[in-house]
């Protein structure tokens, strides 16, 4: 690890203060990503903003008949929230599936989405959801908000707060997970949403992204039969040691399926 500043700032503007002061500053949440990083010395940060100390930015709110996450709300909270389970179950489960114990009870719904590694699971679970991000300088809907590998829209001093989850009629996530860092090698997001249905794929490019043939074949029956034949070019798909383009490719097709009839 090398040197850093560290610092536990009580407000949020603080923490914008200190983030914005030197360009290789950086926000700790839940550390999960971050602190390993350090150890093998992929990062060098100048200052660590630690957001934890900061009211407010924890906690499950039922709003406007869908659901606020705060940025620092732990994804175990998420998976155990009578709250997400009764309005949105498919995401009670998708937090449920990330990681390992450890990785949940430490890992935050911030800090998972400000990474946006393309293996994780929130990130289609936000575009599949038709969520926004809510930051200290605007409101982002998804989408808009995973703009590529590791890169999402966020500034320099931008910090996300909280995330908005609309209400969807039915929703389910399936994923093929590595069995050892329990990250998808393919994960597949489906909802039917007020603005139609949504199809939103991790693990299998770079970013989240949607595949607009089956949501127009959903559009028209819904169910894993319309969707059998679709099949998802593997060009620009990631390949390694875990699963090649190709395989990858064949998997958002199964995974889609099952995210179909899982739907309730
Ligand atoms: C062994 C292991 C297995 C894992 N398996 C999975 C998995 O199956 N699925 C999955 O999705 N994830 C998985 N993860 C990642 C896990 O979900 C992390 O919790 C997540 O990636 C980062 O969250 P964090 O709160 O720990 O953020 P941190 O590590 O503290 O921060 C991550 C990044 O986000 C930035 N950041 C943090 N909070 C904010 C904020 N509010 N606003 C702006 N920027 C912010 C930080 O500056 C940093 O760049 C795994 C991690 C480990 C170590």
Do not use: W
């Not at 940025?71 to 179950?89: E, F, G, L, Q």
């Not at 890992?107 to 959801?129: C, E, F, H, R």
């Not at 609309?166 to 994960?187: H, L, M, T």
Request: charged share 20%; hydrophobic share 45%.
């Amino acid at each position: 690890m090398y040197e850093f500043n560290y610092h536990k700032p009580a407000s949020l503007a603080d923490a914008a203060k200190l983030l914005g002061a030197d360009e290789d500053a950086k926000l700790v949440a839940g550390g999960m990503t971050l602190v390993p990083t350090l150890k093998q010395r992929l990062a060098k940060p100048s200052d660590l903003v630690d957001l934890a100390a900061i009211g407010g930015l924890k906690g499950i709110k039922e709003e406007g008949g869908g659901v606020t996450i705060g940025a620092m709300t732990r994804h175990i909270d998420v998976h155990r929230s009578d709250v997400v389970k009764r309005v949105i179950p498919a995401l009670a489960a998708l937090a449920g599936m990330i990681g390992d114990p450890a990785v949940r009870n430490r890992g935050t719904i911030g800090g998972s989405i400000s990474n946006n590694d393309p293996a994780a699971d929130y990130p289609a679970g936000l575009v599949g959801l038709g969520a926004t991000v809510v930051t200290t300088k605007r409101e982002i809907v998804a989408e808009d908000f995973f703009t590529g590998l590791f890169e999402t829209a966020l500034g320099q001093d931008e910090i996300v707060t909280a995330v908005k989850f609309p209400k969807p009629q039915a929703a389910a996530y399936q994923k093929f997970k590595n069995p050892a860092s329990r990250y998808a090698i393919v994960g597949v997001f489906v909802a039917k949403t007020g603005s139609g249905i949504h199809v939103a794929v991790t693990g299998a490019g770079p970013c989240v992204f949607r595949v607009p043939e089956m949501e127009a074949a959903l559009g028209k029956s819904f169910s894993a039969d319309a969707i059998k034949d679709i099949s998802i070019p593997d060009d620009g798909l990631n390949s390694d040691i875990h699963a090649s383009a190709e395989y990858r490719a064949h998997l958002v097709n199964v995974m889609a399926r099952r995210a179909v009839a899982a739907c309730a």
